[in-house]
T-cell receptor
């Protein structure tokens, strides 16, 4: 069964450094998302991406964040200058195969980001 | 705006007994509703969805959920709980309009099945 993959599984970085989190969505999906989950808290929407542009973003997704689909398979989240409060689990998700009623989002296993 | 409420932080149930995890939602249009499960240090695993049609939907691992439009609820149920069902369960909603609508999650309910 196809699945969303994410690398790395755990990233440790120093405050102020840039990080890039990588995702490979399910191959025939059209919509891509990033969510984050601070330890023990709810899953929060960050951004959605469709047709090579941001569709929607939350108030969390400020200027330090950016997303990119550099080729036909990868979907990346860049955090330009990390802060301690960026420490969280980051989940990538993808959804929607054309011609189906399949609107559920499929999530990757997550990248645990630790900012020290 | 859309929102989800999961009123119980934790639900304890004895193995073999039926379980219910509650969820109510708010959305401006018609809802698409989802349940996800999260095991420790793992990602979110899709369980089931309501898009349209029959109000009782069946999903993975014997779980089912009932959509009740008048009560704006989508409670997760299972007739006989297993110890392996112990995990964190998230209810989620999105508006049916548009293809890329974000999903809004509830705060999660920890299910503890006692042997």
């Amino acid at each position: 069964e196809p699945e969303v993959t994410q690398t790395p599984s755990h990233q440790v970085t120093q405050m102020g450094q840039e990080v890039i989190l990588r995702c490979v969505p399910i191959s025939n999906h059209l919509y891509f998302y990033w969510y984050r989950q601070i330890l023990g808290q709810k899953v929060e929407f960050l951004v959605s991406f469709y047709n090579n542009e941001i569709s929607e973003k939350s108030e969390i997704f400020d200027d330090q964040f950016s997303v990119e689909r550099p080729d036909g398979s990868n979907f990346t989240l860049k955090i330009r200058s990390t802060k301690l409060e960026d420490s969280a689990m980051y989940f990538c998700a993808s959804s929607y195969t054309p011609g189906t009623m399949s609107y559920e989002q499929y999530f990757g296993p997550g990248t645990r980001l630790t900012v020290t | 705006a859309q929102s989800v409420a999961q009123p119980e932080d934790q639900v304890n149930v004895a193995e073999g007994n039926p379980l219910t995890v509650k969820c109510t939602y708010s959305v401006s249009g018609n809802p698409y509703l989802f349940w996800y499960v999260q095991y420790p240090n793992r990602g979110l695993q899709f369980l089931l969805k309501y898009i349209t049609g029959d109000n009782l939907v069946k999903g993975s691992y014997g779980f089912e959920a009932e959509f009740n439009k008048s009560q704006t609820s989508f409670h997760l149920k299972k007739p006989s709980a297993l110890v392996s069902d112990s995990a964190l369960y998230f209810c989620a909603v999105r508006d049916a309009s548009g293809g890329y609508q974000k999903v809004t999650f509830g705060t999660g309910t920890k299910l503890q099945v006692i042997p």
